[in-house]
């Protein structure tokens, strides 16, 4: 084991003070993991993670005098947790598990040592520790010169590492894309040959891996790792589809490329940190085109209706992946609507289409704006700037309309109570048929006169049949 006071670490004192309270009980303490490789690229510590060899009975009795709180939830596996002057922290005992081999679940077993604790985590540059007071640094797996080198490596074989742990694999593809380091050959290679293992692993778990690596800087190095590794076919296919073929005869844009680049584009639109629904629409906005494309006699390719289509595909994948059912609708919304604004420059829209647009947008609507600009990524900078431009008016059309009228709450003049009242009618389906109608007749002609709307009402309900 590599030990040795290592200058270019520099240990948070909260992790000393809580050292020493576990050296006063006659137990060792290490910061490891993620917290020591941050430290060590000079990037931002949270959320403390340490592993000891005390038990976690005793481990919980030193934390519990000297936390505010204190939770037991991975006690089981040997985690507890604690809230340490203001800050989170995990201590571990440390572990020797092995694996059942079916599932990820292992079969928990304390160690007794950081050196075989260390041999048990993912990931070489995750399997460093340093002792806290004394500050010895242990590297039994050469994580530090991996970081030297920018590279994804695992502490025992790939193969073991992952059929141990299936879920390691999206790990990988998520470090590579939050790291930007390149993943070991043989350990890109076990991951093609055991991409089939990632069945054993829960919907919620690669759920929560994906959502993580859609969250760092650079999520499409990650994904062309899960594409190219086979990983991405086990739970989301539709992405690798993506990449059709393109012949002589029937030309059209690489949509795999195009999508990873809208995903691009997306990411630099934002301002205030990920956004990781809209980078999951922007990646998801055409997976309906394999299924819509259509080759034309004169050689054109059109993909109609590949919206829609698209935005059932989505819904049926997030749903399966157990995505909320707001995330999933928000995401499925956004792809249903990311082709309503083309046309707008060479048509022209009423006000009464832009209503309609902001108000079938709703919530989504500033999600909407920047999913529709990250969507030109045409080479022809004249076209891209026409696009630019007509997308530019269209914004500032919503603004002045919004200026006239309350766009982000688009309701009928007449509400349930006056409709019942004016026509004289009782709770029921004809409520709701006029309250259709009033939208309808909002969205057209915007805000009427209380007593126009009353009048356009009785002479609809009139026409229905549904007054003399």
Not at 43 to 49: E, N, S
Not at 162 to 167: E, G, I, N, Q, S
Not at 220 to 231: A, E, I, P, Q, T
Not at 348 to 364: F, I, K, L, M
Request: net charge negative.
């Amino acid at each position: 084991m590599s030990e040795s006071n290592h200058s270019a670490i520099t240990v948070p004192s909260l992790a000393d003070d809580l050292g020493r309270l576990f050296a006063d009980a006659g137990y060792e303490l290490y910061l490891v993991g993620g917290p020591v490789r941050d430290a060590i690229l000079r990037r931002g510590v949270h959320d403390l993670d340490f592993t000891t060899d005390a038990r976690p009975e005793d481990t919980l009795r030193i934390l519990s005098d000297a936390c505010s709180t204190t939770w037991t939830t991975g006690a089981e596996f040997g985690t507890i947790g604690g809230l340490f002057r203001g800050e989170q922290v995990e201590v571990t005992t440390f572990r020797a598990d092995a694996y059942d081999g079916v599932t990820r679940n292992p079969v928990v077993a304390f160690g007794d040592n950081i050196t075989d604790d260390l041999k048990r985590r993912d990931f070489t540059i995750n399997a460093m520790a340093v002792s806290v007071p004394g500050h010895e640094f242990a590297d039994p797996h050469g994580g530090i010169a991996d970081l030297a080198r920018r590279t994804i490596r695992t502490p025992s074989s790939p193969e073991t590492s992952f059929h141990d742990d299936p879920l390691r694999m999206l790990r990988a593809a998520r470090f590579a894309s939050q790291l930007d380091f390149e993943i070991e050959p043989d350990t890109l290679a076990a991951m093609e040959d055991l991409a089939p293992e990632l069945s054993r692993i829960t919907a919620e778990r690669v759920r929560d891996e994906f959502t993580k690596l859609m969250a760092t800087p650079d999520p499409v190095k990650g994904l062309r790792v899960l594409v190219d590794s086979g990983l991405a076919d086990r739970f989301l296919p539709e992405l690798g589809a993506l990449r059709m073929e393109i012949d002589e005869h029937a030309q059209h844009k690489d949509v795999y490329e195009h999508s990873l680049q809208v995903l691009r584009n997306s990411i630099a639109m934002e301002e205030s940190g990920p956004d990781v629904l809209l980078r999951i629409a922007a990646l998801l906005h055409d997976i309906g085109k394999p299924a819509t494309k259509d080759v034309l006699s004169n050689g054109n390719v059109t993909f109609h209706h590949h919206d829609v289509v698209g935005a059932k595909m989505t819904r049926k994948r997030m749903r399966a992946l157990k995505f909320s059912k707001a995330e999933t609708e928000t995401v499925a919304h956004l792809i249903y609507l990311h082709l309503r604004f083309y046309g707008y420059g060479q048509a022209g829209w009423t006000d009464s289409a832009v209503r309609r647009y902001v108000s079938d947008a709703g919530s989504d609507l500033d999600r909407l704006h920047l999913l529709v600009r990250s969507d030109v990524t045409t080479r022809n900078r004249r076209k891209a700037n026409r696009l630019k431009a007509d997308y530019d008016s269209f914004e500032q059309r919503i603004a002045q309309i919004k200026e006239q009228e309350d766009l982000a709450a688009v309701r009928p003049d007449l509400d349930g109570n006056a409709i019942m009242e004016i026509l004289g009618v009782g709770p029921g389906p004809t409520v709701g048929k006029a309250w259709k109608f009033l939208k309808e007749l909002r969205l057209e002609e915007g805000p009427l006169p209380r007593d126009e709307a009353i009048e356009r009402l009785k002479a609809w309900a009139k026409d229905e049949g549904l007054v003399g």
